[in-house]
């Protein structure tokens, strides 16, 4: 079963413009990562929010996790059309280091 | 791709052979993991290892075994491939820390 789940599943917006992606999951957490994949590659790592910690930057990326609701949202400010990729969340709830994914959304951004 | 490589990168193959798929770290990360990623699922866990010679199960390991003889390289076995296998598969290597670093991917078709 899948731990977290994209939403929305797929996002269009213009260059310039915010892309708000938000993922929700069902277990408690260690630390909650998000990841993208550009199409035909394989995924990169974007970002890792730890359980206690609210808000995290890294450059355009904002992230937010709200343990009481288990949601987390992606934010990635001033976009490019280089952002075009799928993104993913990935829950860690467990001691081998195993991660849960959700199923992505595909975000697409126009010139 | 954090030097970590998957070989073959494409196979097409026959129901009810045997296929093996191979990942190759040279990171020497003690954590190293085998993916399937089909459309609308995201990835799902198949097998990981936490050291030579130690590997679990994960979500989907049926009709998959491993082996890790060495640090550097997960064998991900299939041992009579059947259709539902035919995926992207990914391989992925992770230090202490969590946040893990994906391999190129293979693409398998099972005719």
């Known amino acids: 079963s899948q731990q977290g789940e994209e939403d929305p599943q797929a996002l269009s917006i213009q260059e310039g413009e915010n892309a708000t992606m938000n993922c929700s999951y069902k277990?408690?957490?260690?630390?909650l990562q998000w990841y993208r994949q550009n199409s035909g590659r394989g995924l990169v790592h974007l970002i890792l929010?730890?359980?206690?910690?609210r808000e995290k930057h890294s450059g355009r990326l904002r992230v937010t996790l709200d343990t009481s609701k288990k949601s987390s949202s992606l934010l990635i400010t001033a976009s490019r059309a280089a952002d075009t990729a799928s993104y993913f969340c990935?829950?860690?709830?467990?001691?081998?280091?195993?991660?849960?994914f959700g199923s992505g959304t595909q975000l697409t951004v126009l010139p | 791709d954090a030097g970590i490589t998957q070989s073959p990168r494409h196979k097409v193959t026959e129901t009810g052979t045997p296929v093996t798929l191979r990942c190759h770290q040279t990171?020497?990360?003690?954590?190293m993991y085998w993916y399937r990623q089909d459309p609308g699922h995201g990835l799902r866990l198949i097998h990981y290892?936490?050291?030579?010679?130690?590997?679990d199960k994960g979500e989907v390991s049926d009709g998959y075994s491993v082996s890790r003889s060495k640090t550097e390289d997960f064998l991900l076995t299939l041992e009579s491939a059947t259709s539902s296998q035919t995926s992207v598969y990914f391989c992925?290597?992770?230090?202490?820390?969590?946040?893990?670093?994906f391999g190129p991917g293979t693409r398998l078709t099972v005719l």
């Open positions: 992925a290597i992770s230090p202490l820390l969590g946040e893990q670093f």
């Open positions: 929010i730890r359980s206690n910690e």
């Open positions: 990171e020497n990360h003690r954590y």
């Open positions: 990935a829950t860690d709830q467990g001691s081998a280091r195993q991660l849960t």
């Open positions: 290892s936490y050291g030579v010679k130690d590997t």
């Open positions: 277990t408690s957490i260690n630390n």
